[in-house]
């Protein structure tokens, strides 16, 4: 098969696996393979550590992008092939893989470099078009050469005295070379102004958690991801006299960087559907130090039919493993999203590619499992330390945001409190 898709296919049945005809070359095989996956991060001033827009930038690595890419380590992209479809799934196709691989074998080489194909274009402004409102970190935060991963909430300036219907929201990293994640939140509680004027201005450290309750997600951003749209009749309510709350992961990059991020919102209509959070999570954490394969299992079950159409998993860094699962009243179990290497670094908010209908009384569940040794080299703790549930980078969290669909607004607040009743004794 990989042979014919390459050759005509009046070659295709004479030759044998792996003997191309024509050796992969950079021109015609490798390079729109990276265009296409690798450089919307591999491209200078990007998040990736070099680029690959060019051919030597290629062919000086060419044995380490054949063995990222054949341990799936790249492009980024944790869930599991086969268990949930999302929007903007990164993959190569098991063909892609082996062309790199040949390629490498090969020696990397040129082909016609004149004919090969000019890396893409990349847009510079908004993906949307202008955006409503703008608004960006109050003044630059700056991040020093050398530290350990900095996490940081930031208040934006924003209150409405009515209430805004968010249709997209997308963040801009203001220095792509360190920012590494952001989410971002809804305070109307005050809290969030409260905790940064306690450090002397307009943000705080902040890692597991905001340190307040929300009011609510306008959603998040990593590196590659790619604002969506809501669907018709959707869209996320920002109540009126709230603050935006915008947590920043930044991994500092060697040299003093400042960074000045932001985003844009486009408004549309109050939604005529219902829309919600729903978490599946379980606080009962207590990990004794040295315990390589520790389990966690929570359930949900839902009082009402529902839409579910996107998934969030969260831990923080001893967890190794993240599945959640819908079982059907009937006994049929939809796959949700399953990480078997789980990287604190690669949070991921997940879009279903289709809606998925899951009937009142389905049963959710999560299924979570941590490595707290001193063999697991992403522990904050060496030697290990008992790890219980908490918002600090040496604790741990087990939870799962669904977001899900209610045929109309009216319906959210009776879904919660039936989703509560149902749920009390679990
Ligand atoms: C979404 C952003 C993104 C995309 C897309 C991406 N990379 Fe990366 N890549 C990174 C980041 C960030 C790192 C640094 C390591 C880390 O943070 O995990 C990296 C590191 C690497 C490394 C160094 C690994 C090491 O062990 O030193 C290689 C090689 C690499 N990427 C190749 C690729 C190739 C080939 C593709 C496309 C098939 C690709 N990357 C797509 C972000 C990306």
């Not at 109307?188 to 450290?205: E, V």
């Not at 009142?360 to 330390?385: A, E, H, M």
Request: net charge neutral; charged share 20%.
């Amino acid at each position: 098969m990989k042979v014919c898709v390459l050759l005509s296919v009046l070659t295709c049945g004479v030759l044998t696996a792996g003997s191309y005809k024509n050796k992969p070359t950079y021109s015609a095989d490798i390079a729109p393979i990276l265009n296409a996956n690798c450089v919307s991060c591999h491209r200078p001033g990007q998040v990736a550590p070099f680029s690959l827009l060019t051919y030597s930038d290629a062919a000086k690595r060419a044995t380490l992008l054949a063995e990222v890419t054949k341990s799936h380590y790249m492009p980024p992209w944790k869930p599991e092939p086969g268990f949930g479809e999302f929007k903007g799934e990164r993959r190569l196709t098991p063909e892609q893989i082996q062309l790199i691989s040949d390629w490498a074998k090969a020696g990397a080489p040129p082909g016609d470099l004149k004919t090969a194909p000019a890396p893409p274009v990349f847009a510079t402004g908004w993906s949307q078009g202008k955006p409503d409102v703008t608004l960006a970190l109050q003044k630059p935060f700056e991040v020093p050469a050398e530290s350990p991963d900095i996490y940081r909430c930031f208040v934006l300036p924003f209150q409405s005295e009515q209430a805004k219907y968010v249709k997209v929201m997308e963040f801009r990293a203001g220095n792509p070379r360190i920012v590494h994640h952001a989410l971002v939140y809804l305070d109307n509680t005050g809290q969030a102004r409260k905790l940064a004027a306690q450090s002397g201005g307009d943000s705080y450290p902040c890692f597991g958690g905001t340190g307040f309750v929300l009011a609510g997600s306008l959603g998040g951003w990593a590196p590659g991801a790619v604002p969506y749209p809501l669907g018709p009749g959707l869209a996320r309510t920002i109540p009126p006299n709230t603050d935006i709350v915008i947590q920043i992961h930044y991994h500092p990059d060697g040299k003093p960087e400042t960074d000045l991020s932001q985003i844009g919102l486009w408004y549309g209509e109050a939604p005529t559907k219902g829309f919600t959070p729903i978490l599946v999570l379980t606080r009962r954490i207590d990990i004794p130090p040295g315990d390589a394969d520790y389990r966690v299992h929570a359930s949900l079950v839902l009082p009402q039919d529902v839409q579910v159409i996107g998934i969030t998993p969260h831990a923080h860094y001893v967890c190794k493993e993240t599945k959640v699962e819908a079982t059907l009243p009937d006994g049929k179990v939809v796959p949700l999203i399953w990480i078997k290497d789980w990287d604190f670094n690669w949070q991921g908010q997940y879009q279903f590619a289709q809606p998925i209908s899951l009937p009142k009384g389905t049963t959710v569940t999560l299924d979570f499992t941590y490595d707290n040794s001193s063999g697991n080299p992403r522990n904050p703790s060496n030697p290990p330390k008992r790890i219980t549930w908490g918002e600090q980078t040496t604790d741990e969290m087990a939870i799962a945001f669904l977001s899900v669909v209610l045929p109309s607004p009216a319906d959210v607040q009776p879904f919660r409190r039936a989703l509560y009743f149902a749920n009390v004794r679990h």
